[in-house]
């Protein structure tokens, strides 16, 4: 019922910056919470950080300080602003909604997009 589309990958020096983006289009419930996710290789998918339709936002402890996320109702989009990358920073980044179904949260996810920070 709901497409995502990342966008905003690519390769980085450390220090940089990049933008990411995800659009979410077909039935998205007026209720929701949209996030980043991000995993690197041989370690579990993480929680980057979450915005809420009504604002409330969470960032994992590692980019607190140097990444921003909003969203644009509007548009059905999501962002990610990414300062001050690091190597470790490194990994496939994907865009998840999710909405309450009674108790239970379902999920629908991107394809992902990669970003490497390397100099």
């Known amino acids: 019922q709901v497409q995502l589309v990342e966008s905003g990958g690519g390769l980085v020096q450390p220090g940089g910056s990049l933008r990411l983006s995800c659009a979410a289009s077909g039935i998205i419930f007026s209720i929701n919470v949209m996030g980043w996710y991000r995993q690197a290789p041989g370690k579990q998918r993480e929680l980057v950080a979450s915005?809420?339709?009504?604002?409330?936002?969470n960032y994992a402890d590692s980019v607190k300080g140097r990444f921003t996320i909003s969203r644009d109702n509007a548009k059905n989009t999501v962002y990610l602003q990414m300062n001050s990358l690091k190597p470790e920073d490194t990994a496939v980044y994907y865009c998840?909604?999710?909405?309450?179904?009674?108790?239970?949260?379902?999920?629908?996810w991107g394809q992902g997009t990669q970003v490497t920070v390397s100099s």
């Open positions: 915005i809420s339709s009504a604002g409330l936002i």
């Open positions: 998840n909604v999710a909405h309450r179904d009674g108790d239970i949260w379902r999920d629908c």
